[in-house]
């Protein structure tokens, strides 16, 4: 676990060095305790639960299974790796899809969603119980235990580098994209994994956005094998939550059911959110975004 919090930690400061350099931050409301405040919070919240679920995992297996720790350090690390990664990667995409379609699930990923300028904070910004769903968080202690923390290491260390360089604002991939030097190998890589022009998609509004697409979070093939993949090789016209869609205070957000608002609170937040839209209209919608009441938002 303590190669893990390294490897976080360093790649965080090393893609926030070179964002502050080119003036992500300088950006309207990015040093706010609404963005900025908010997300670094959550990456505390998330090492704390990484930390936590090694803890628990170990424990259990001991307790429930002895004898099982190394039990396939005779496996090959060509063979676990492989199948450890793509079976994250795949509940990972699930879970994230399902959160767009079910209103208690999205009041767990609506956080991730609610800034409005793009950056590494925003990679882990989420309800802790949100940390506590994803399959990963019990899958890395479990390969540990089993004697691969070669392969927990190494898988971690190229999702952090991925997720991190996909929610930057730093578009590279667009210049790649374009370079008759590039483009050809950018139209394979782009399709297997998720890069910023492809998951911008996500977290756009606009013309440019839609938040029931690109759902994976290294991996992007699973997006294009269930017909979910957007490539626009293009800038957003901005990101966030529609216009109207209620934000509730940064702690609840993040620690929601253990922090919430008063009724009084609530409705104020629910005002200007015009009802859900008749069925016909949400079935023709390019993008649908649940807000945490169950309201459905029409993304035009």
Same mark, same amino acid.
């Given at each position: 676990?303590?190669?893990?919090?390294?490897? =976080?930690?360093?790649? /965080?400061?090393?893609?926030?060095?070179?964002?502050?350099?080119?003036?992500?931050?300088?950006?309207?409301?990015?040093?706010?305790?609404?963005?900025?405040?908010?997300?670094?919070?959550? =990456?505390?919240?998330?090492?704390?639960?990484?930390?936590?679920?090694?803890?628990?995992?170990? &424990?259990?297996?001991?307790?429930?299974?002895?004898?099982?720790?190394?039990?396939?350090?005779?496996?090959?690390?060509? $063979?676990?790796?492989?199948?450890? $990664?793509?079976?994250?990667?795949? @509940?990972?995409?699930? $879970? +994230? %899809?399902?959160?767009?379609? /079910?209103?208690?699930? &999205?009041?767990? +990923?609506?956080?991730?969603?609610?800034?409005?300028?793009?950056?590494?904070?925003?990679?882990?910004?989420?309800?802790?119980?949100?940390?506590?769903?994803?399959?990963?968080?019990?899958? !890395?202690?479990?390969?540990?235990?089993?004697?691969?923390?070669?392969?927990? =290491?190494?898988?971690?260390?190229?999702?952090?580098?991925?997720?991190?360089?996909? +929610?930057?604002?730093?578009?590279?991939?667009?210049?790649?994209?374009?370079? %008759?030097?590039?483009?050809?190998?950018?139209?394979?890589?782009?399709?297997?994994?998720?890069?910023?022009?492809?998951?911008?998609?996500?977290?756009?509004?606009?013309?440019?956005?839609?938040?029931?697409?690109?759902?994976?979070?290294?991996?992007?093939?699973?997006? &294009?094998?269930? @017909?979910?993949?957007?490539?626009?090789?293009?800038?957003?016209?901005?990101?966030?939550?529609?216009?109207?869609?209620?934000?509730?205070?940064? !702690?609840?957000?993040?620690?929601?059911?253990?922090?919430?608002?008063?009724? +009084?609170?609530?409705?104020?937040?629910? %005002?200007?959110?015009?009802?859900?839209?008749?069925?016909?209209?949400?079935?023709?919608?390019?993008?649908?975004?649940?807000?945490?009441?169950?309201? !459905?938002? $029409?993304?035009?």
């Amino acid at each position: 676990m303590l190669h893990g919090t390294v490897f =976080v930690l360093v790649f /965080l400061a090393l893609f926030a060095a070179l964002e502050l350099a080119l003036g992500l931050y300088r950006r309207t409301g990015a040093l706010t305790m609404r963005e900025l405040g908010a997300s670094l919070v959550s =990456v505390g919240a998330y090492l704390v639960i990484r930390g936590a679920s090694f803890v628990a995992v170990t &424990w259990a297996l001991g307790a429930l299974w002895p004898g099982s720790e190394g039990a396939l350090a005779g496996v090959s690390s060509l $063979v676990v790796f492989p199948i450890y $990664v793509l079976l994250d990667e795949y @509940g990972i995409y699930w $879970v +994230h %899809r399902k959160s767009h379609e /079910l209103p208690w699930l &999205w009041r767990l +990923h609506k956080p991730h969603h609610v800034p409005r300028n793009m950056n590494i904070a925003v990679t882990y910004r989420e309800n802790w119980l949100w940390h506590v769903l994803l399959p990963g968080t019990w899958m !890395a202690p479990l390969v540990v235990w089993l004697g691969h923390p070669g392969a927990y =290491v190494l898988g971690l260390a190229i999702r952090t580098m991925i997720v991190l360089a996909e +929610h930057s604002d730093l578009r590279w991939d667009l210049h790649l994209q374009q370079s %008759r030097f590039t483009r050809h190998a950018m139209r394979v890589l782009e399709r297997i994994v998720s890069l910023p022009d492809t998951h911008h998609v996500h977290h756009g509004v606009g013309r440019f956005g839609n938040a029931t697409k690109n759902y994976g979070a290294a991996l992007i093939c699973f997006d &294009w094998i269930h @017909g979910t993949l957007m490539i626009p090789h293009a800038r957003q016209e901005g990101f966030g939550l529609p216009e109207g869609a209620p934000v509730e205070p940064w !702690a609840e957000q993040l620690f929601w059911p253990f922090v919430r608002s008063t009724k +009084h609170e609530r409705a104020d937040r629910r %005002r200007p959110i015009e009802p859900t839209p008749p069925t016909a209209d949400l079935a023709m919608a390019e993008a649908v975004i649940y807000t945490a009441d169950g309201r !459905a938002v $029409v993304v035009r």
